[in-house]
């Protein structure tokens, strides 16, 4: 920070976000009394200035500038409570003193970014293809590593935040020292490092040294200048009007709009305009904010975080802490405690050693949660403004709070809301997330989680580059989507997504693509995760009132070449190649049902074809096991196969001739993974009983080889359904029955652990039990005579589908 004095204006090097800057410059501006104040940022932004001191403008905040022809160029300036600019800025206000930026024009700056050089003007230099741009210098971290820390953010806590006038513990003295002496240090870099990696400085410098000419011309020398410290030294140079105006010559130049915006702690914390990147904006504010005792109040902040997640935190434990940041303090020769020593006494005496608390400290109040506030009367870009406007008209009004949406796409207005949320979620604005329906699963039913955020403002500003209008955005936005996917299956999930959200000019465009892509496509895999979006959007036509002729025919030219692929693709499988096409094969069992019932010309058709190949899938050996058990599963749910024919093949599946990962794959294939997968075994007592017998006669060696296949399997049914099946499985099944071929000759085929017909005698045997429960009678002292039918189960007799009752 640097401080020369009159005749010449007062300047305030500063460090970005640094709120010993800011109470420096607070109690600088207080000495001095400037007729005006001129900080570091674009010129466009001084009609905003006056919005500062609105009661509604709540840090951090940004101004955001962004080129009018493509608002997608854009550029932020953020400003925290902690950043001097700001403190600048509300002094001046609050004085009824002038406040200007100088630094160089968005106009200018956005052009810059779009040529992507500055003509060789910045530095003097010639020009060398062949040599690489030097690094960035970093003036924080040279200066610390000078003085011997290994943490620029230490060092700066110690020679500035604990050292500032208004700094607490911080002794009273010139409120201009702080920043001469950063001055020189600056300068010192500078005679080093020149421009330090960031060519494009001289442009800004020269700029800044322009505006600061006239502003001598207009105050004299009676105003401040709040800049970055690394410009003081080239600021305070002896140039000439002519050199600066020589490097100003000639720059490219937009028209650019201007507007606040809300900012979050998250972003101060990454690496983003004014030299942002500061690791703990929150810790900042807590110190610029707190009058004394800064390290005491830190702690009762964690206290109170720690307690709101019923974490046991005392009195005595905040105490102590503070004893231990103190004595941590003094041990590492630091004037005051710092984040680091707050952090390991937290560590030790809050969180009892553990990290995983002081991660939700660290997210929660070192980086902080913190969101700004905009006045409404803020300039809007032009896509806020529509997506404003829709909001009002659709009666959607953002809120912060979590909430349900339910649409009814029937009625117009929810149909123009779905097709709002839609668009916004294909340009990255995450306002609502579909959730799922409590009420119908048809096509005309939608459910969404909406919250509004303030950093969605931002995400608008940045999918202003696609267009001005929430439809002309999505449209450009799905047409580049489009041009730029890498498979079939985006292309086709792009055309569902435009559908919903109601883009008529970019779906022929995806269309054209699609049928091209598909066209060229060979890859079954590739068809067949293309097939069930497809055939989804298909289910939107009616309630949506669109065309989807031209889905149709794809989808059908789709289906048809899947059904002639598919077979030989799915031999010769790994293992991990065989589950991905069991799913594959899934969906376009789903996606086939859809399309039979979207195109019904070809309904008939693409059934049978479709049957046809689970058939070729079910009965042949060369197939993987799973993709065999899952085509007979498809089959029987269908009601295409019948069960003594669903029961053979899985005889031949569970045959001893059957390598046992290979039967175990067709179990799972069959009876895994699907709902209902469990409940046909506990309906099925033949099938049941097929996979008892071949789960007890795998051999001992391979049976851990085929045990995480059906642990897997298994563990995917519900525990109502597990259980049931571990009783019929220890009760086993009926007596005389052949699990190959159905229930006993000459007996009626019952429900497991069930005879075919009431046994009187078994149940006069219970009367006496149930007389002692009831109080009702007299007890017979002999034990009631369970009945002939029953074979006693011994751990021996491991065989668990053998044992049966009458």
């Known amino acids: 920070m640097t401080a020369a004095r009159s005749p010449g204006p007062l300047l305030l090097g500063v460090r970005h976000h640094g709120p010993g800057s800011a109470r420096a410059v607070r109690a600088a501006l207080d000495a001095a009394r400037p007729q005006a104040v001129l900080i570091e940022g674009p010129p466009e932004g001084d009609a905003l200035l006056p919005l500062a001191a609105d009661e509604q403008m709540r840090p951090p905040v940004a101004l955001l500038a962004h080129a009018v022809d493509d608002p997608g160029r854009a550029a932020f300036w953020p400003l925290a409570a902690f950043s001097p600019e700001w403190v600048a800025i509300r002094w001046g206000l609050a004085h009824g003193v002038p406040v200007r930026f100088i630094d160089l024009p968005a106009a200018h700056s956005l052009a810059m970014v779009e040529e992507g050089d500055l003509g060789g003007r910045t530095d003097g230099r010639p020009e060398q293809d062949d040599e690489p741009p030097p690094a ?5 971290r040279v200066l610390a590593e000078t003085a011997g820390y290994d943490d620029p953010e230490r060092w700066w806590e110690d020679v500035v935040e604990h050292r500032t006038p208004g700094a607490p513990g911080a002794a009273a003295g010139d409120p201009l ?3 001469a002496a950063l001055g020189e240090a600056m300068t010192a870099l500078r005679e080093v490092y020149g421009d330090g990696g960031h060519p494009r400085d001289a442009v800004r410098e020269a700029y ?15 105003f401040a200048v709040v800049c970055g410290a690394w410009h003081v030294p080239a600021l305070e140079a002896r140039t000439t009007q002519t050199a600066d105006r020589a490097l100003l010559k000639g720059l490219p130049k937009v028209k650019a709009e201007m507007t606040w915006v809300p900012w979050t702690h998250q972003r101060l914390a990454r690496h983003s305009g004014y030299g942002a990147g500061i690791d703990s904006p929150g810790w900042y504010e807590h110190l610029f904010a707190s009058p004394d005792r800064p390290v005491a109040r830190w702690m009762t902040k964690v206290a109170g975080l720690l307690r709101d997640e019923d974490r046991f935190v005392s009195s005595a434990h905040v105490i102590e802490a503070v004893r231990l940041a103190d004595t941590l303090a003094a041990m590492r020769g630091r004037p005051l405690a710092g984040l680091s020593e707050t952090t390991d006494a937290v560590r030790a005496v809050m969180c009892e050693g553990s990290d995983v608390p002081l991660a939700l400290v660290r997210d929660r109040l070192v980086v902080g949660v913190t969101l700004g506030e905009v006045p409404d009367t803020a300039p809007a870009v032009p896509l806020q403004r529509d997506l404003n406007r829709r909001q009002r008209t659709l009666r959607l009004k953002p809120e912060a709070a979590e909430r349900e949406l339910d649409l009814d796409l029937r009625k117009e207005t929810d149909a123009a809301r779905s097709r709002l949320l839609h668009r916004l979620r294909l340009l990255g604005i995450g306002w609502g997330e579909p959730a799922a329906g409590r009420g119908s699963t048809g096509t005309f039913r939608e459910s969404w989680r909406l919250r509004w955020e303030p950093e969605l403002y931002v995400r608008v500003a940045e999918a202003g580059v696609w267009g001005t209008t929430v439809l002309s955005a999505a449209t450009a936005r799905a047409e580049s989507d489009a041009l730029a996917a890498t498979s079939l299956a985006e292309v086709t999930a792009l055309a569902e997504r435009c559908l919903l959200a109601g883009l008529p000019e970019a779906l022929p465009v995806v269309m054209r693509i699609l049928a091209d892509r598909a066209a060229l496509d060979a890859d079954v895999g590739h068809l067949a995760d293309a097939l069930p979006a497809l055939a989804r959007t298909l289910r939107y036509g009616d309630v949506r009132a669109t065309d989807t002729a031209a889905l149709g025919e794809v989808a059908a030219g789709l ?7 598919l077979p030989p693709a799915c031999t010769g499988l790994d293992t991990d190649g065989a589950a991905a ?5 899934d969906g376009v069992h789903t996606a086939i049902g859809l399309l039979a019932g979207a195109v019904p010309e070809n309904a008939d058709g693409l059934r049978e074809r479709w049957r046809t190949v689970l058939r070729r899938l079910a009965v042949r050996d060369t197939v993987a096991g799973v993709i065999r058990g899952r085509a007979a599963r498809l089959l029987l749910d269908d009601g295409h196969l019948a069960q003594d024919e669903a029961a053979r093949l899985m ?3 569970l045959s001893p001739g059957t390598p046992p990962a290979d039967a175990a794959a067709w179990i799972e294939g069959f009876v895994g993974g699907a709902a209902g997968g469990g409940m046909l075994l506990v309906h099925d007592e033949r ?7 071949w789960l007890t006669g795998v051999p001992a060696d391979t049976f851990t080889d085929v045990l995480p296949l059906l642990r897997r399997t298994f563990s995917a049914y519900e525990a109502g359904v ?7 499985v220890r009760r086993g099944p009926a007596a005389g029955t052949d699990p190959a071929a159905g229930a006993a000759p000459g007996r009626e085929a019952t429900a497991p652990g069930f005879g075919p017909v009431l046994d009187a005698e078994r149940a006069d045997a219970v009367v006496p039990v149930l007389r002692l429960l009831l109080g009702s009678g007299p007890v017979r002292s002999s034990p009631p005579d369970l009945g002939a039918g029953t074979t006693a189960r011994t751990p021996e007799h491991h065989e668990r589908g053998l044992g049966a009752t009458g």
Do not use: N, W, Y
Request: proline share 4%.
């Open 208 to 222: 800044m040294r322009g505006r600061i000419r006239a502003a001598r011309k207009e105050f004299g020398g009676a």
């Open 177 to 179: 020292a702080a920043f």
């Open 651 to 653: 005889g031949l599946a």
């Open 581 to 585: 096409l069991r799913h594959q094969v």
């Open 687 to 693: 099938l049941l009983a097929l996979v008892d017998s």
């Open 136 to 140: 960035p210098v970093d003036p924080i």
């Open 722 to 728: 597990r259980r049931t099946l571990g009783e019929l």
């Open 559 to 565: 289906a048809e070449r899947i059904c002639v692929g």
